[in-house]
């Protein structure tokens, strides 16, 4: 899962910023997925983009984040006005493509902290 | 609610032994992940199970899918400290592709 690259891995914020992260999907792959992982908490699904396309955002919460993968460049999760509930450890996988979209193969996340 | 039932939460054994952990639900799964997560990292790929049935095994892991497709265990065999980690399983109903992951089990093996 080396492949898969995350940035940055720590993030400081105080309350009312904005944070934006940042994955590069391993070489080859077209699908990317953001899962979030609280304290004690297993990893939640958020948003399942495809280039240029939103697939799956069920997971999202309905304000603040965003999230968009474009032709070029990295996907980028997005969110505004952080509060202390948002300090979590986000992760970005990927797939190759349709034939195994369940193997997602995962970056070292980005730990986010609201101060 | 929790869709995937991981058990033992914790576990703590000493190098040699063996153990098995446990993934349960109501619901059917057209596949079945296992990942071993250790801190501040990301989740790693361990298998991926599709079959009703299916058994696979890599070196000392054997990994199994339940014949209805809702559980699945890993069984370690003379585990090593090097086997210390956060175990995830990850389910994943056709037609979604996204993932579902139980809480894990935390193993710790002693020397």
């Known amino acids: 899962n080396a492949g898969v690259m995350q940035n940055p891995r720590h993030l400081v914020r105080r309350r009312g910023q904005e944070a934006r992260l940042r994955c590069s999907p391993m070489k080859g792959h077209s699908h990317v997925y953001w899962y979030r992982q609280l304290p004690e908490e297993g990893l939640k699904f958020m948003v399942y983009?495809?280039?240029?396309?939103?697939?799956?955002e069920s997971g999202m919460p309905k304000e603040r984040f965003s999230a968009e993968f474009p032709k070029e460049g990295p996907s980028i999760l997005r969110i505004q006005q952080v509060v202390r509930g948002d300090s979590a450890a986000y992760f970005c996988a990927s797939s190759p493509d349709r034939t195994n979209p369940y193997e997602q193969y995962f970056g070292p996340g980005t730990r986010l902290t609201v101060t | 609610t929790q869709l995937l039932e991981q058990s033992p939460q914790f576990l703590s054994i000493q190098e040699g032994e063996n153990l098995t952990v446990y993934c349960n639900s109501s619901s059917v799964f057209s596949s079945l992940q296992w990942y071993r997560q250790e801190p501040g990292e990301g989740p790693v790929l361990l298998v991926t199970v599709v079959t009703g049935g299916e058994v696979k095994k890599l070196k000392r892991l054997t990994f199994q899918f339940g014949d209805a497709r809702k559980d699945s265990s890993l069984h370690i065999t003379a585990a090593q400290p090097g086997d210390t980690g956060l175990y995830l399983c990850?389910?994943?109903?056709?037609?979604?592709?996204?993932?579902?992951f139980g809480k894990g089990t935390k193993l710790t093996v002693n020397p």
């Open positions: 983009l495809q280039k240029e396309n939103i697939i799956d």
């Open positions: 990850a389910g994943e109903k056709g037609g979604s592709e996204k993932l579902v």
